[in-house]
């Protein structure tokens, strides 16, 4: 068996709770030096709101990394290469 | 230019034949770029100019552009010309500068109050530079032609502000390449065009609020212009200039020229720079023409396009083709023909009519009776759009084309779906990293995304690259394994793996008493922007709706501004850009 690629096993089941994605979403974004606070708690009248803000990421943490990482890949395929590895020469504008 | 080929080869042998450019160059060249492209958005070794005002913008001369001599129109208000139209009348001296000047800006200030397609009108500097232009030597093939500019384009001595907070002030001491290069060729900045904030919704303004409407619809703030692009469509739809550039991230040009019955063009990644163009997604940003015609867009695209320094997504491409010969239209034996043997591809679900929603049960209540009605409704909607479909195929295979179906390459639901398409967020918030520091009310409404972009694991973001290029491979072996282009509904793949894209009307329906513009999209190979207006041209040459033109707004009738609705968060987190 390939050791990078090994039997496939169901997803875990996201057994996380909203106010602990809270936590590691206002964890994640002050190691970044962004600030969410200066937002009005809850506000319907405001363009944005810590409430709204936070329920979107919820919602993105729930889905897209997980389905991210259920799409299994080759790691000997479709290796990113670094611009311009295989750039110029070729038409106009070229090297 | 020279085009690198192998003597003797079948590539070779097809553009001595003057075939199209997908026939002429390797797709898997394209996929080498896209490849590198992904890369180097990761390591962070492009975008380094793109926010630098201090970089000087040069315009370079671009491809040649030969104008058609098109003659001058019965239409009595120039506004009404198309481009190639006014162009010609101008070189001619059959219309000035200044008349055609004076007649759009009759026209924003007649209407824009109420269709708000714009955010600044030049009006005293357009009015100059058409009398600069009446008085001297012609300057190029757009000599004279006043155009409407999406407000994410530089503009040396305009306020650029992209619907943003962060830009409200900003006054670009430069010029976009794109904006420059149409300049360069004598073309009239006539303003700057409302866009969804950051280029991520329909226009509103940075807090939410609606303000660009339909001008198909200039009474219904509900029924969309279309976005993010939606005040560039609203000009040229409402005659108010002659055409316009817009950008699309994920839709931004093809969803207004569809919703306002435009040709819309969304060019190969790297055929237009985008040095100068706040930036929304590394990858997959495309600056492009919304256009009254293939025409239109053909003069617009070869204006704008070519390689720049700045930005080296444009370097190394085969060079522009010839794409006023390709929007030309063909007869043969005196009967319109394509101008080449095109296979076009129908993907599953096409071409099929939605079923009508099960009735509501005898004892159901009035909401539920409500929403099947909306259901019902929307079903027949697409029923109508379903019978045009299958009337443009019927048209193009008299026009000589081989309609074939085409299954979808595996995996394409989730290589298509939302959660891959989030990969593009942390590209959108790399270059505003500092802003989020700062503040991140100065996002206003689009604030989400940004934020979500900051919690996407760099494993996540590298997976979901490595997963965009499988999709373009499945795309160019397995989706274009019979066909040259694919004719759909949305510009999904096609904006995520950079490949060009055209749309344009091809009927009208009616919606509570609205006529509306219906449009199609075609996507191409890598470069077959002139397969596409080819297609776009044959198309028009038999039919009339690239013509229509929405009734004069009734000022009175539009809802103030302020009283449009407004943009919800969730809504900017759903939207495609």
Known sequence: MDPLNPAARPPLPLDVTDEELDAAILARLELLGVDLSVLPESDDEAPADRRRILASARRFLRSTPQAIADFRMDPQEVPPVMYPAELGGRGEGGR | ?577
């Open chain 2, 1 to 577: 230019m020279t085009r690198s080929v192998t003597t003797g080869s079948p590539r070779n042998k097809a553009i001595a034949e003057g075939a199209p450019t997908d026939r002429t160059v390797d797709r898997r060249d394209f996929l080498r770029r896209a490849a590198a492209l992904g890369a180097a958005a990761s390591t962070g070794a492009l975008g380094s100019t793109l926010l630098r005002p201090s970089v000087a913008a040069a315009a370079a001369t671009g491809a040649p552009l030969r104008m058609p001599d098109t003659a001058l129109p019965q239409e009595a208000d120039p506004a009404f010309f198309s481009l190639a139209e006014a162009a010609a009348a101008i070189r001619r001296r059959e219309l000035s500068a200044s008349e055609l000047v004076e007649a759009c800006l009759a026209r924003v200030e007649r209407y824009d109050g109420a269709l708000l397609a714009f955010n600044t009108v030049v009006a005293d500097e357009a009015r100059a530079a058409a009398r600069a232009a009446d008085s001297g030597p012609v300057r190029g093939a757009l000599h004279g032609v006043p155009l409407a500019i999406k407000d994410n384009f530089y503009t040396a001595g305009v306020p650029t502000t992209a619907n943003s907070h962060i830009f409200a002030d900003f006054v670009p001491e430069w010029d976009a390449e794109a904006w420059a290069r149409l300049r360069a060729r004598g073309a009239i900045l006539l303003g700057k065009t409302q866009m969804g904030p950051l280029a991520t919704s329909r226009a509103t303004t940075p807090d939410g609020e609606t303000t660009t409407l339909n001008a198909w619809a200039p009474s219904d703030p509900s029924i969309s212009p279309g976005g993010s692009s939606s005040g560039s469509a609203t000009a040229v739809a409402a005659r108010m200039a002659l055409s316009s550039t817009g950008t699309q991230t994920g839709g931004s040009i093809t969803s207004p020229s569809m919703a306002q019955g435009l040709t819309g063009l969304k060019p190969t990644m790297g055929r237009v720079s985008l040095r100068g163009i706040i930036p929304l997604t590394y990858t997959r940003d495309h600056p492009g023409p919304l256009a009254r015609d293939a025409m239109d867009a053909a003069i617009m695209l070869t204006a704008m396009a070519g390689p720049d320094a700045g930005d080296p997504r444009t370097l190394g491409q085969p060079p522009l083709p010839d794409l006023v010969t390709a929007a030309t239209p063909v007869l043969r034996g005196g009967t319109p023909r394509l101008r080449w043997s095109t296979r076009i591809g129908v993907v599953p679900g096409y071409l099929d009519a939605p079923p009508e929603p099960p009735a509501p049960a005898a004892d159901a209540g009035e909401e539920d009776r409500r929403i099947w009605e909306r259901r019902r409704a929307a079903a027949a909607r697409e029923a109508e759009s379903v019978a045009l479909r299958r009337a443009m195929l019927d048209t193009f295979a008299q026009l000589g084309a081989e309609i074939v179906e085409v299954s979808l390459p595996a995996d394409w639901d989730t290589l298509t779906s939302g959660d891959f398409n989030n990969v593009r967020l942390p590209e959108r918030s790399e270059p505003f990293l500092e802003v989020l520091r700062d503040d991140v009310r100065r996002f206003g409404v689009s604030l989400s995304p940004w934020i979500n972009g900051l919690l996407l694991p760099g494993t996540a973001y590298l997976r979901g690259q490595r997963a965009k290029q499988l999709l373009l491979r499945r795309v160019l072996d397995d989706l274009f394994a019979d066909c040259d282009v694919v004719v759909q509904a949305s510009p999904i793949p096609f904006d995520i793996v950079g490949l060009p894209l055209i749309t344009f009307p091809i009927g009208h329906r009616v919606d509570d008493g609205v006529t509306l513009p219906v449009g199609t999209i075609l996507g191409g190979l890598p470069w077959a922007e002139d397969r596409l207006l080819s297609l776009a041209a044959g198309w028009q040459a038999v039919t009339e709706w690239h013509r229509a033109r929405p009734e004069d707004p009734a000022v009175e009738a539009a809802p103030p501004a302020g009283e449009r609705g407004r943009l919800e968060v969730w809504e900017v987190d759903a939207f495609g850009e």
